[in-house]
């Protein structure tokens, strides 16, 4: 029998469930708290239980029950487990000073958020980590708006948390870091419920893993934001690590915030992804910084961090004024700067540092730069990456990467690479995003300091001082405004196409292989004609598409795919003993990554940052699944229904896919029974009513009510009309009925089918044999002979009965769909799966550009086909007709 684990999908739609159970006239982020500190409450006490368990089954087992007792209440006992107090436990009752009974967490009643304040506080109190982490920032009985949490509201949060599947321990996940990965998810939902104020605690994912990613963090560094928010820098600095097969342990974390209720989020953020090393501080960064060592700012060999943008500061209280060399106004928000000073005075003499700024700093005068040419002079600034606009919360406005090294390499000392990637990126309904593809192509051209015209470009100390004055505007160095389309007077008064526009795409038409003779024609010494076929602008795309060389070149991208995969698959199997010396995820990603582009990219199609894009959103999707490979190995939870019905059940897909098809056709008929007894009926609805078959059939049996004592061939016949309306009504309906109560069962057994395909029956079968032992224990005791046991033991034996029905049944089925699913079976299901998002991706691509190839030409279909010539023929003919029509009036002289 396999042990079910809870999947990432599971937890959130968990903790999504908690969050909606407090949502009522309150935005979700004031609740945001509430539902924070419930989980972790719920998570120390589930991983205490498991550890109390342990220490009385195994450790103390062979000790007096006195002295047990006595040591279970002993914190030193639990080791680096958090010791969670009596009146915190999610299971047990306690006895208060006064003898009173009081009950468990999960059994609370009345008064409970003053109940779980005291419990957070006793929790806070026994473990030194958590000193202020709890009670300060987090109060149950806090009124929110105008809104107090009332009693059954908790009630019913404490009875969600309650549920027996959701047991929050390690052993319980699909993978070791699932709480941590849930805990991200329900950060962002805050953060996207609580708009422009989402800024002040996260940082979209997507920007910090750009940052984490050019940074390259390492085993062994220390790591600091001076404006930790949730966390998301060090935690993704700490998985990178992890990515990289290196010992993720092995770092020191270290962060400030000066909200309170952030602070205390990001630190429960840090034990719920199982990181041990850190040291998070609350207070103000650029006043008083709280990360010291020997009484002196702490030095680092990474610093991470998205600042406040524009924001206002006082020098009245600032302590180690010597990290600031100069001094930005402190009214007008530009503290943009004294932050960055800040972190350069925390970087060590090799360290790497990478921030978010606003434009503002890259070209404001002052102080701002006086600032600049100190950066330059000194050559700490590495590169500068202009971000795509709307990526953060609370701002729709562009932001940049301001990248530092204090030791640049002597090739790059006196220059600064700038990217201007704000061109690149998925738009959003409320808020742009950074695709995989863009990070990647970033990181790849910040690493190899590539220059690609209109994207990057490595520029001189010399050009920056001397030229532009300090002026460190990124379009001034790298502009990426497209080229101006092109017009051409003579085409567009006589016809024809430009024959240099069309060739100016041959590259387009080159990708796909595609001859531009499908297309066009030769009309005049340096002008096309579009063909004869291409009658119309949706012939483009229908030529194109159907276009043998354009099939060609995707049927060749979609082979050497199946090839790749041919040789992926087997390192994708290594994974599975990657913690007993098989291969590690970042030299199996590192390998499949350079093989796929070395397939792909010599096509033409794809070029080598599209090509990387096909895999790294392929990977994004799939990096869960390769944890959960890597932890507990081919688990039937990665394996969606739709696989194993494939595999397993068609059969039974295929008469559930014919009932339901019986049942739509069944519900048009029915629609046209209704309408024609309608009109049989003249039947004639009220405004606004809705005619169903209930409404028809209950005016049919008021006429037929009022004709069935009627006298006359007429009446008869139209009685005999109305009851054969109302059969054919009821026919269909019974039709229907039977087809879902068929629909209800055949679904019911695939379900069961499914569920022991996917676990067995193992489990269930014991249950049953221990009932039936149960029952021959009570069976024992009774006397036949006795008048009062006859009819007990009559009722046992129905009860054996049916239980051995249960596993007769369970181990029939069992047999029927060839036992539970294989190691091997579950590995091929899984593997298909993967394989078949590596192969939508790679459509999803080539697709994107086959679409910039057709619009391309509907372009200069746009542009071109219909001339001024043209439509002054056009509008000629038809002033003619007009006169035609003027004259036959006699409205012309």
Known sequence: MTKEKITLSQLESFLFKAADILRGKMDASEFKEFIFGMLFIKRLSDEFDRKRQQLCTKDFA???????AELMEDKTSYGETFFVPVRARWHESWTDENGELVPALKDL??????????????????????????????????????TKIPDQKWKDLLDHFNQPRFV?????????????????????????????????????????????????????????????????FLIQSHQYVEEQGQNANDLALYGQDSNGTVWSICNMNMILHNITSFTIENGDTLEDPLILEKGQIRK??????????????SRANMKFTNRFREWCPESGKKADLMFVQHMLASLRSDGHMATIMSHGVLFRGGKEKLIRELFINDNVIEAIISLPQGLFYGTGIPACV???????????RDKVLFINADREYAEGKNQNKLRPEDIEKIDFVFTHKREIPKYSRLVDKAEISETHDYNLNIRRYVDNTPEPESEDVQAHLIGGIPE???????????????????????????????????????????????????????????????????????????????NNGGRKMPEV????????KEKLVPFGALDEFKSAGVFVNWWQQIRYDLKTIVSIGWHHSLIPDEYLISEFFQAEAAEIEKLEATISKAQGELAEAVETAQDVAAYEPDEGEKVTATVVKKALKALIDDLKDSEGESARKELRSLRDQDNAIKAVENR???????????????????????????????????????????LSRLDASNKADKKKISTLKKDKAVLEGRIAKTDAILAEIGDQLTEEEAKRLILNKIYDIANTELERYLNAEKRLLIHGVENLWDKYAVSSRMLEVERDATLSTLDGFIEGLGYLP
């Not at 005049?524 to 043998?548: H, M, N, V, W």
């Not at 990603?589 to 796929?596: D, K, V, W």
């Open 402 to 412: 301001l990248v530092c090294n204090k030791n640049k390499p002597d090739d790059l």
């Open 62 to 68: 062979h000790l007096k029950p006195e002295l047990v």
């Open 300 to 313: 680092f060999d990474r610093v991470l961090a998205n600042p406040p943008f524009s924001q206002n500061y």
């Open 500 to 578: 240099d526009e069309v060739a100016a795409r041959s590259n387009d038409f080159a990708r796909f292989g595609v001859d531009s003779g499908t297309l066009f024609e030769p009309e005049r010494s340096g002008y096309l004609a579009f063909c004869e076929r291409i009658d119309a602008k949706p012939a483009i795309k229908t030529t194109l598409e159907a276009d043998a060389a354009v099939q060609k070149t995707i049927a060749k991208h979609h082979d050497a795919l199946e090839t790749w995969w041919t040789v992926a698959q087997s390192a994708f199997a290594e994974l599975r003993n990657a």
């Open 589 to 596: 990603r590192l390998e499949l990554l350079t093989t796929l």
């Open 736 to 778: 229907i009925k039977d087809a879902k109560l068929t629909l209800r069962q055949n679904t019911g057994e695939l379900e069961v089918k499914l569920q022991l395909k996917r676990l067995g029956g193992d489990d269930f079968k014991a249950e049953n044999r221990e009932l039936i032992r149960q029952v021959g224990d009570q």
């Open 109 to 146: 009643k009345h008064d409970i958020g003053n109940m779980l304040n005291k419990a957070i506080a006793a929790v806070e109190e026994e473990n030194d980590a958590l000193a202020g982490v709890l009670k300060n920032n987090i109060d149950f009985n806090a009124v929110k708006g105008k």
């Open 168 to 232: 929050l321990v390690n052993d319980n996940f699909e993978f070791p870091d699932l709480l941590g990965a849930a805990y991200e998810y329900l950060i962002k939902f805050f953060a996207d419920s609580a708009g422009k104020k989402g800024g002040e605690f996260y940082t979209p994912a997507e920007v910090v893993r750009l940052l984490v990613q050019i940074t390259k963090p390492e085993a062994g560094n220390t790591i600091y934001d001076p404006t930790a928010g949730s966390g998301g």
